[in-house]
C-alpha cells in the first residue's frame, strides 16, 4: 500500500507543469504555442529567457528528487528511489494537467539520480553544462550525458542503478525522436547561451554590417 502511495505521488509530483505555470503567469503565454512547442527546460530558456528558463530547470530537477524520495518518507528500500523516480519521469512527459502532453524528461531524470548518488550527479551535470557551453544544443548535450550516465554506472556495480539509468535512456532518446531527425538535417535548434550560439550572432551581425 506505501508503496503504491509513492508511485502516485512521485506521478503527480513529476507532472507537475512548471514551464507551462511559469509561462501563462509570469509572461501571458502558452508555451505551447512558442518555439519547439515543448514543456521542457530547453524551450523554456528560448520562449522565457535566461532566468525562467534557469528557474523552470532548477524545479523540475527538484520534481525528480522529491518523487524519487517518496520511498524514503515511507521508510522503503532505498533502491525504491530508482524505480519510485522513473514515475516522477512519466509524469513529466505525460503530465495529468497537461491531458498527458509533457516535456522529454532529462531534468527529471537528473531529479532521480541527485536523490540516489549526488556525486554522480555532479559530475553529470558538469559533462552536460559542458557540452551545452560548446554546442548550444541541450539535445545533443542530452544524448550524450545520458549515455554517459548510463556506462559510468556500470562500474560502480550497481546493477539496479544501471538497469533503471538504460529505461531512463530509452525514455529520453525516444522523446528525442524529433531532435535527432533535426540533428541528422543540420537543422537543430541553438539555445541562447554558449560558444557556438555566440559564434553564430557575430557572423549575423558581420552579415548585416556587410
Request: aromatic share 12%; proline share 2%; net charge positive.
Amino acid at each position: 500500500m506505501k508503496l503504491l502511495i509513492c508511485v502516485i505521488l512521485a506521478y503527480l509530483i513529476g507532472s507537475f507543469p512548471t514551464a507551462y505555470i511559469i509561462a501563462k503567469v509570469f509572461f501571458h503565454k502558452n508555451i505551447f504555442e512558442y518555439g519547439s512547442g515543448n514543456v521542457g527546460t530547453t524551450n523554456a530558456y528560448r520562449v522565457l529567457g535566461k532566468v525562467a528558463g534557469t528557474v523552470v530547470l532548477v524545479i523540475d530537477i527538484l520534481k525528480g528528487t522529491l518523487g524519487a524520495l517518496m520511498p524514503v518518507f515511507f521508510g522503503l528500500n532505498r533502491h525504491l528511489i530508482l524505480f519510485v523516480g522513473i514515475c516522477a519521469v512519466i509524469g513529466h512527459c505525460y503530465s495529468i494537467f497537461l491531458k498527458f502532453r509533457g516535456g522529454k524528461a532529462v531534468a527529471t531524470s537528473a531529479g532521480i539520480l541527485l536523490a540516489y548518488n549526488p556525486l554522480l550527479f555532479v559530475i553529470c551535470f558538469i559533462v552536460l553544462a559542458s557540452i551545452v557551453y560548446i554546442t548550444s544544443m541541450v539535445s545533443v548535450a542530452s544524448l550524450t550525458t545520458v549515455l554517459f550516465f548510463t556506462i559510468a554506472t556500470l562500474f560502480l556495480h550497481d546493477w539496479i542503478l544501471t538497469a533503471v539509468a538504460a529505461i531512463v535512456t530509452v525514455i529520453i532518446y525516444y522523446r528525442h525522436i524529433p531532435n535527432i531527425k533535426r540533428l541528422l538535417k543540420g537543422q537543430e535548434n541553438l539555445v541562447p547561451i554558449g560558444l557556438r550560439y555566440k559564434k553564430q550572432q557575430r557572423e549575423a551581425q558581420e552579415k548585416t554590417h556587410k
